[in-house]
């Protein structure tokens, strides 16, 4: 498909049956398992997650190995784990299994026509020329904050990218970008998207760290 410059891992989607990709999960077991339990995830269905794992929320380590442990289940690496990697955050039940698992995740998947990321990318340049900063943080081409304006704005594909990072009042799905990341570690639903049916799947989650409404932003209109 393209050859970037960036820890990557090619997957042929027509050998699964069913195949999603999953936002943020932050630590909130109860709601991944109760996400889990929705789709109902065969032998040969696959869940993809852009990051973000661990952090923020009760049981990380726990999350990481319920997605290490299964077969169905993977993950690129997003940027708490790359703290992790980097000694910027800590768990305490951050063992050997763990690093080496988090340290094995890539930072892109890809398939003909679609790439998971946990950033996202930027709009003004070619995907070959991004670094594996650029694709885990990017947020907005002019900085990573919440003042916009975010690259999926502006983005016009292909692919269509798939992304977290970002978090969003409501999922987002246009031409080039789907958005998955709904603040779950913060009240709001856990999401997947079904990439077979084009559609979302989204439960309702507890609220277990608090943010400010102005760090949610707006689907409408986009």
């Known amino acids: 498909m393209y050859s970037v410059p960036f820890d990557h891992r090619r997957i042929d989607l027509e050998s699964y049956d069913d195949v999603y990709v999953v936002g943020d999960v932050h630590g909130c077991l109860d709601a991944l398992e109760q996400l889990l339990e929705t789709l109902d995830l065969g032998e040969n269905d696959l869940a993809i997650f852009v990051g973000d794992l661990v952090r923020k929320g009760p049981e990380s380590v726990a999350v990481l190995e319920r997605v290490r442990r299964s077969p169905t289940l993977c993950s690129v690496r997003g ?67 919440y003042d916009g304006p975010f690259w999926f704005d502006a983005y016009e594909g292909p692919p269509r990218v798939f992304f977290g990072h970002t978090v969003l009042e409501e999922p987002l799905e246009c031409e080039w970008a789907v958005g998955l990341d709904t603040g779950c570690v913060y009240g709001g639903y856990l999401t997947a998207y079904d990439v077979r049916r084009e559609r979302f799947v989204t439960v309702s989650t507890t609220e277990h760290t608090s943010r400010s409404d102005d760090k949610f932003v707006p689907v409408e209109g986009r």
């Open 79 to 145: 940027n708490n784990e790359q703290k992790l990697l980097e000694g910027e955050a800590g768990l305490s039940e951050f063992g050997s299994a763990e690093y080496r698992y988090v340290e094995s995740l890539p930072l892109a998947i890809s398939w003909d026509g679609g790439l998971v990321v946990h950033g996202g990318v930027d709009p003004s340049r070619p995907l070959t020329s991004h670094s594996g900063r650029d694709v885990l943080t990017m947020r907005s081409p002019n900085g990573d904050g």
